[in-house]
């Protein structure tokens, strides 16, 4: 039941596409099906009408690939698949110990012990206070969606167009780098042909010289041509505000953190380095909601601060309102334990 279950969110044909070759055969004879990887298989693209979109299939395949394990001590992890390191990226690896109280359980990056990875510190943090903090922001975010949902989807646009605009500035600057190489290229090839010609350079010097540059150059142009596809999309891509209200309107009341909210309007949770400098260990966790992502320009602290003003009915307190709105919000911050 389980594995049909799990064919049918697999499938690609309800987004109305044809796959073929899924499977082959050793030989015509042969009896066994041997499954092919989706590389091996051909996709024709809107053969039929899609009873699924592509949004929500993604979102399937998404959840699907953080299950959710029971620990030794028999607690499941309750964020698994959405705590990462902010800065080598890695997951962060959820520990429940049979020794450790339920309070007591905590994530820390799976880069920090890795070889490979070599993450600078092990990001540590505890499972409640994730939790708390976590609740906290959905409660606060459902809050503010009921009350000021004009505002909030204007926050969200704004954000999203700033962090796209930097974005592209970024793979813009990258491009014209290595287009400027690719022109540079040209020139050492041109010289070294020269060279070759007036005898001051070898043949096989000429021909090793020559290959090696020439594939550098090969190379770019990939490059820059993914990285032209990238942008195209990045100026095509815009913040679904709409979908995630339409989700976060189905939790009347956030009082509780539970599976199915968490994985329906939260879409990634970065934890930050410590930062000690204030004499405080004080964490920055980035969360990123569903279909919208990070959004910097929350900070639901001084919106709240803005709010109570504007509840007394002073004029300066509206003014404040505006302005915290306006303005970009400090980043989220909490002291665990
Ligand atoms: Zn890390």
Not at 6 to 24: Q, W
Not at 129 to 138: A, E, H, R
Not at 165 to 175: A, C, G, N, T, V
Not at 295 to 323: K, T, W
Request: proline share 2%; hydrophobic share 35%.
């Amino acid at each position: 039941m389980a594995s049909t279950i799990i064919t049918i969110l697999r499938r690609r044909e309800y987004l109305g596409h044809t796959v073929n070759f899924k499977t082959t055969k050793a030989s015509y004879d042969s009896k066994r099906v041997i499954h092919n990887d989706s590389d091996a298989q051909v996709v024709f693209e809107n053969t039929h009408p899609a009873i699924i979109n592509q949004e929500t299939f993604n979102r399937v395949q998404q959840l699907r690939s953080g299950k959710r394990r029971k620990s030794k001590s028999g607690r499941v992890e309750p964020f698994s698949g959405l705590v990462y390191c902010a800065d080598c990226k890695s997951k962060l690896y959820f520990s429940a110990g049979a020794c450790l109280k339920e309070n007591q359980d905590y994530y820390v990056c799976s880069g920090f012990r890795s070889k490979k990875v070599k993450c600078a510190h092990s990001h540590y943090i505890r499972v409640a206070v994730l939790q708390k903090l976590v609740l906290n922001y959905l409660a606060k975010a459902r809050q503010y969606t009921q009350q000021h949902e004009a505002d909030f989807v204007r926050l969200v646009r704004q954000d999203s167009a700033e962090q796209t605009q930097k974005e592209l500035r970024r793979s813009e600057k990258q491009l014209a780098q290595w287009q400027d190489r690719v022109t540079e290229l040209d020139t050492i090839i041109q010289r070294l042909y020269e060279d070759s010609v007036h005898g001051k350079l070898s043949d096989e010097r000429f021909v090793k010289l020559s290959q090696g540059y020439e594939q550098e150059q090969k190379d770019l142009h990939v490059q820059a041509e993914e990285l032209s596809q990238t942008i195209a999309a990045q100026e095509e891509q815009t913040v679904n505000v709409e979908r995630f209200l339409k989700l976060i309107r189905k939790y009347s009341d956030v009082t509780e953190l539970t599976p199915a909210m968490l994985h329906e309007l939260i879409e990634r949770i970065e934890v930050h380095t410590p930062d000690k400098s204030s004499g405080q260990r004080v964490v920055k966790v980035d969360i990123a909601l569903s279909y919208i992502g990070v959004v910097s320009r929350l900070d639901f602290a001084a919106l709240d601060a803005a709010e109570e003003a504007s509840a007394d009915g002073d004029s300066a307190g509206r003014q404040n309102l505006r302005e915290v709105l306006g303005n970009l919000g400090k980043p989220l911050r909490f002291r665990p334990c």
